[in-house]
């Protein structure tokens, strides 16, 4: 977006390549990331497969329920080489010939093995001090703008908010991917692009279709995406051994794929076999690269800084457990906002009440659902009641013209 307004973009991405093939989670392209890739978007291909709502199954994968509502689910992998392709005209898989860069394009460098470390403002310039994960020197760059987003371990909120901490949620989520086409005939129909849900005590999953390598929506093809809630108290030693990794490291968030060692996931998959539906029995032990996340959410009590130079975007801003599946969405609409400012048709002022508005309301939003997956009655209304407080609040101060 900022490099089609006319403007030079220079991104620091602390990954070592461009290349992310380890990156398969699903994501659900909810309006405001449609609003922007309409917008934006100048390869015209199709991104995601379209379903009709969410069905609960029982344990042999029968039906129990279904609730319609339509959405657009996608993959990570293929926004991001989409994004890439239209900003800096990265070739892949998922698109071959990128668009050409129009005349009126700011210049757009996309820099990897830049981890960002130190954010420094002066005579209405900020200094971006990096280390480069390659030689290991330290460098900097001097910008009028600057937008960080660099996700829920964010080292500038880290340095600008350093009251600012990760509330863990009480569980893990175990997630995976089957190729559509190895699922048995037993299972076949089960899912019909519809995102399936299956819950038993202390434990819920979900499954969904999600775009194939290099984003192929052929079926068949196409990626069986679950992911696998459960309670997992982070003072237990089994919290310590599962987010222990192939060379001994304990992680705080995610142990990604590749690195979850061979006895937790089989351990998992005979624990899976006891508890789930018989459809996701099936796709987590035919799971080759599973991975593990923890849980957690925050909220920042503030999104500009520097005098309106500096935006804190996505999770570095407000990270939402994922049951709302929403994260995304709340990228894209910060950029959408964030183009009317740059365009001196909205003020840094309001960009930021609105952003933390739909922080706060999303973040409660998504603690009420995790609650009626995983919680008992009086959580999910404790939750509820904190979620309709918010709402009501945004509404009389927006009355009052606050």
């Known amino acids: 977006m900022i490099k089609r307004l006319g403007h030079d973009v220079h991104i620091l991405e602390k990954s070592l390549s461009s290349l992310q093939s380890g990156q398969a989670a699903g994501i659900r392209a909810g309006p405001d990331v449609q609003k922007f890739l309409d917008r934006y978007d100048l390869?015209?291909?199709?991104?995601?497969?379209?379903?009709?709502?969410?069905?609960?199954?029982?344990?042999?994968?029968?039906?129990?329920?279904?609730?319609?509502?339509?959405?657009?689910?996608?993959g990570w992998s293929t926004l991001y080489y989409r994004l890439r392709a239209n900003f800096d005209g990265l070739a892949s898989q998922h698109?071959?010939?990128?668009?050409?860069?129009?005349?009126?394009?700011?210049?757009?460098v996309f820099d990897v093995g830049k981890k960002v470390t130190a954010m420094e403002y002066a005579d209405q310039v900020i200094t971006?001090?990096?280390?480069?994960?390659?030689?290991?020197?330290?460098?900097?760059?001097?910008?009028d703008l600057v937008v960080a987003a660099d996700g829920f371990s964010s080292i500038v909120h880290q340095e600008l908010l350093p009251e600012l901490t990760r509330t863990y949620a009480g569980y893990v989520a175990w997630r995976?991917?089957?190729?559509?086409?190895?699922?048995?005939?037993?299972?076949?129909?089960?899912?019909?692009?519809?995102?399936?849900?299956?819950?038993?005590?202390?434990?819920?999953?979900?499954?969904y279709t999600i775009p194939g390598d290099g984003g192929s929506l052929k079926p068949g093809e196409r990626l069986l995406n679950y992911v696998w809630y459960s309670t997992l108290p982070e003072d237990s030693p089994k919290f310590a051994n599962v987010m222990t990794d192939t060379d001994g490291h304990i992680h705080r968030q995610t142990v990604p794929v590749g690195k979850m060692r061979a006895e937790v996931w089989a351990a998992q998959k005979e624990y899976g076999r006891s508890i789930l539906a018989s459809v996701f029995v099936e796709l987590v032990h035919k799971t080759k690269q599973p991975f593990i996340s923890a849980v957690s959410d925050h909220i920042a009590s503030q999104a500009v800084f520097f005098e309106d130079r500096l935006f804190l975007v996505g999770d570095a801003l407000s990270l939402f457990r994922p049951h709302i599946a929403l994260s995304t969405n709340q990228s894209a609409l910060h950029c959408l906002?964030?183009?009317?400012?740059?365009?001196?048709?909205?003020?840094?002022?309001?960009?930021?009440?609105?952003?933390?508005?739909?922080?706060r309301a999303n973040r409660l939003l998504s603690n009420v659902l995790g609650a009626y997956g995983l919680g008992g009655i009086w959580d999910l209304l404790r939750n509820s009641c904190c979620y309709v407080r918010e709402i009501v609040k945004q509404r009389i101060l927006g009355v009052l013209g606050h």
């Open 337 to 359: 906002l964030l183009e009317k400012v740059l365009s001196k048709r909205m003020p840094a002022s309001t960009w930021e009440s609105i952003v933390l508005r739909y922080g």
């Open 176 to 207: 995976g991917t089957v190729v559509e086409s190895e699922l048995s005939e037993e299972h076949h129909g089960v899912f019909s692009d519809r995102v399936t849900v299956f819950k038993c005590p202390n434990n819920y999953v979900l499954g």
């Open 43 to 74: 390869t015209g291909q199709p991104y995601s497969i379209s379903s009709p709502g969410v069905q609960m199954i029982n344990n042999e994968s029968k039906v129990r329920r279904f609730f319609q509502r339509s959405m657009q689910l996608t």
């Open 128 to 143: 971006v001090v990096y280390q480069d994960q390659f030689n290991h020197q330290n460098g900097s760059l001097q910008a």
């Open 95 to 108: 698109c071959l010939a990128p668009p050409p860069a129009s005349d009126s394009d700011g210049k757009a």
